[in-house]
């Protein structure tokens, strides 16, 4: 057993660190931290869901908060329209609710809705993107584009979204489930680690590693049998249902949802912070969303204009030094320490006499 | 006579006007070894790209145990009719370790949803086991590929393409750049494969392909020059001009 312990990747030790960190936490803070806690862990969901297609597929969407918006729009919605017309609809001589308003108020429907919503809008996006074969940057540069077209669209729509200001005074639910800011908090670390698992058991199984030959080479695995479009459709639909949950937890701790949430800017964001923990191992993603967060936020409080220069060295020292990230970097001396010992052994067994 | 295996006919493919080969006939049969050999540009790895369906051909027929699979996707035809290859360039995937490139590359679990359930098993572990040993990689399974040397990469493939469980086999230049040590290690390791499989080998190697080949086809400037056993065809006048010339070229 403690054999196989010291055989574990030095990430899965981090792993267990920022659970541990994140299960702790409200003990020792008060409920605004808690509450900023909270959204960093709705945002580590987030940063899961784009590991799994920027780190192991090598799918570097520059618009995965779309699908993280569209969840967090959903349960926005719902909560806006529960009470019949909002304010803000009655202001511009609106007296009926849209025709889909009905579906959105039943709680659980729009929570659903939610989760398939991303993930359908990823795997139809993916359906078209990848059997045209479309890949590399141009991936990239659609999904960026979509970005803006989402951000556009809900800024324009303001009979219905409020527009650029959002829908505001948005409860903290969940599935219907109303809670007070620390047991909140407690369920979003709970959903946390049950992405973390998924993400890991899907890391871990065959499919992970199809993921990852697709992102090695993409016509290789074609010729071991596979069809690399269907796997990317899959992951795309996956990791698009992972970012629409965590954009419905994500709205309840900041108690409202703008355009912005949709936008090239937090997808950018996202991309930072993996770039910063390292991507295709999990661990990268959390942590870097953790360490960028809450620096974010310390150093906001200590002064208003540090936080640009401080995250543009990180950034720099990142692609300079580091660039498969902390996690990334970790790995690396781990693995070159393992596999020093194991050619030592091979040479020193070659040298042997084979009698 | 029965079905072979693979039989190619007329087979012709153009590019931008340039006929990198002109109506070629191959037959295959079953628990053969075929040789291609041919002059650089000849041709050679044109067909195999038609024949695993990396190039779609312009006209012609390719079949697989009578069945046409001309033009097919190539997971269709490496995952349906379980046509293995290993390439010119090692073509491996770098960033995973040995182990895992084995992995990925075993036969029958495929698709999304088997992918997703699959479980490595005593018996998947023990096949993972038996190739690694065949490839003589079993020390270095946790090494990631990019690590390893040329001639080991070469070997990695080759143990990828054995975990597909192939029915035909189309090894394309096994010993390109390799040193004398490691052509004679990969040698042995191709000659066990021989024995078990349908093999198609692309080489230039002679040593190698007169000791290997039961029938020898020579491709020249895209077109079937001559086919035969190794005696016939070193005997075959328009086959030493076409060497003669290429080494006079030399």
Same mark, same amino acid.
């Given at each position: ?12 030790? /981090? ?17 605004? +931290? ?5 959204? *960093? ?11 799994? @297609?920027?780190? !192991? ?19 926005? $919605? ?15 001589? #609106?007296?009926? $609710? ?13 929570? $659903?809705?939610? #989760? ?7 795997? %139809?996006?993916? !359906? ?17 584009? @979509? ?16 527009? *650029? ?20 908090? !407690? ?8 992405? !973390? ?20 080479? =993409? ?13 990317? %459709?899959?992951?795309?639909? #996956? ?36 770039? /910063? ?12 969303? &953790? ?23 990180? /950034? &720099?020292?990142? %692609? ?5 990230? #902390? ?5 690396? @001396? ?5 596999? +020093?010992?194991?050619?030592?052994? /091979? ?9 | 006579m029965s079905e072979p295996l693979l039989r190619v006919e007329k087979l ?9 080969l002109?109506d070629v006939d191959l037959c295959v049969n079953e628990g053969e070894v075929r040789v291609v050999i041919g002059p650089?540009?000849a041709g050679k790895s044109t067909l195999m790209d038609l024949i695993t369906g990396?190039?779609?051909? *312009?006209?012609g027929k390719v079949y697989f145990r009578g069945?046409?699979i ?7 035809i490496?995952?349906?009719y379980k046509i293995g290859r290993k390439f010119q ?43 690694? =040993? ?24 080759i143990?990828?393409v054995i975990?597909q469980?192939p029915a035909l086999i189309i090894l394309d230049e096994p010993t390109a750049?390799?040193?004398?040590? =490691?052509?004679?290690?990969t040698g042995?390791m191709i000659k066990e494969l021989l024995a078990e499989h349908t093999v198609i080998v692309v080489e230039h190697d002679m040593d190698f392909v007169k000791q290997v080949a039961q029938i020898v086809t020579v491709l020249d400037?895209g077109q079937l020059l001559a086919e035969g056993t190794f005696e016939e065809i070193e005997?075959d006048?328009?086959v030493?001009?076409v060497y003669?010339?290429?080494?006079? =070229?030399?």
């Open positions: 057993m403690l054999g196989k312990l010291k055989k574990l990747p030095v990430n899965r030790y /981090i792993d267990a660190g920022i659970l541990v960190f994140l299960l702790v936490f409200p003990l020792f803070a008060n409920n605004y +931290r808690v509450g900023f806690m909270g959204k *960093t862990a709705a945002y580590m969901i987030f940063a899961l869901s784009l590991d799994l @297609l920027w780190g !192991y597929t090598g799918l570097m969407s520059f618009g995965h908060a779309v699908l993280f918006g569209l969840g967090g729009y959903m349960v926005g $919605l719902s909560f806006t329209f529960s009470g019949g017309v909002p304010d803000f609809m009655s202001r511009m001589g #609106i007296t009926e $609710l849209p025709w889909f308003a009905s579906v959105l108020q039943n709680e659980y429907i729009a929570s $659903l809705l939610g #989760i398939i919503i991303p993930g359908a809008l990823a795997a %139809i996006l993916g !359906y078209f993107i990848f059997y045209s074969k479309v890949k590399g940057i141009f991936f990239s540069l659609i999904t960026m584009a @979509l970005a803006q077209i989402f951000e556009t669209f809900f800024a324009n729509q303001s009979a219905i979204t409020n527009g *650029t200001s959002g829908l505001g005074g948005l409860p903290r639910r969940f599935f219907g489930i109303e809670l007070r800011v620390k047991p909140f908090y !407690y369920l979003t670390v709970g959903v946390v680690i049950l992405v !973390y698992a998924l993400c890991l058991r899907l890391s871990c199984s065959r499919f992970g590693k199809a993921l990852t030959s697709i992102r090695e080479d =993409e016509n290789r695995l074609s010729f071991v049998g596979y069809n690399p479009a269907k796997f990317k %459709i899959a992951v795309f639909a #996956i990791s698009g249902m992972l970012a629409g949950l965590a954009g419905m937890l994500f709205v309840p701790f900041n108690g409202m949802i703008s355009p912005t949430e949709l936008g090239i800017n937090l997808s950018t964001s996202v991309l930072v912070w993996i770039a /910063i923990g390292g991507r295709g191992n999990l661990t990268g993603a959390m942590l870097g969303t &953790l360490i960028v967060n809450w620096l974010q936020t310390l150093l906001s409080e200590f002064s208003a204009d540090i936080w640009p220069l401080v995250l543009g060295g990180m /950034i &720099l020292a990142v %692609i300079f030094v580091i660039p498969t990230g #902390i996690v990334g970097k970790l790995k690396e @001396l781990q693995y070159n320490a393992n596999a +020093r010992k194991t050619l030592r052994e /091979i040479s020193q067994k070659e040298e042997l006499p084979n009698e | 012709s493919v153009e590019f931008k006007k340039f006929k990198a002109t650089n540009g990396k190039t779609k051909p *312009t006209s069945e046409d001309t033009g097919k996707e190539p997971y269709v490496a995952e349906k360039n090692p073509n491996i995937f770098n960033m995973m370790t040995v182990y895992e490139n084995i992995e990925v590359a075993l036969s029958g679990y495929n698709t999304v949803f088997k992918s997703l359930f699959f479980r490595r098993t005593p018996e998947t572990r023990a096949k993972i086991d038996t190739v690694l =040993e065949k490839i003589k990689l079993s020390g270095k399974r946790d090494i990631i590929a990019s690590s390893l040397s040329h001639g080991e990469r070469q070997w990695l493939e143990g990828m975990a469980d750049g390799m040193t004398a040590a =490691e052509t004679y290690k042995e400037q005997k006048p328009r030493i001009q003669l010339k290429d080494d006079a =070229e030399q």
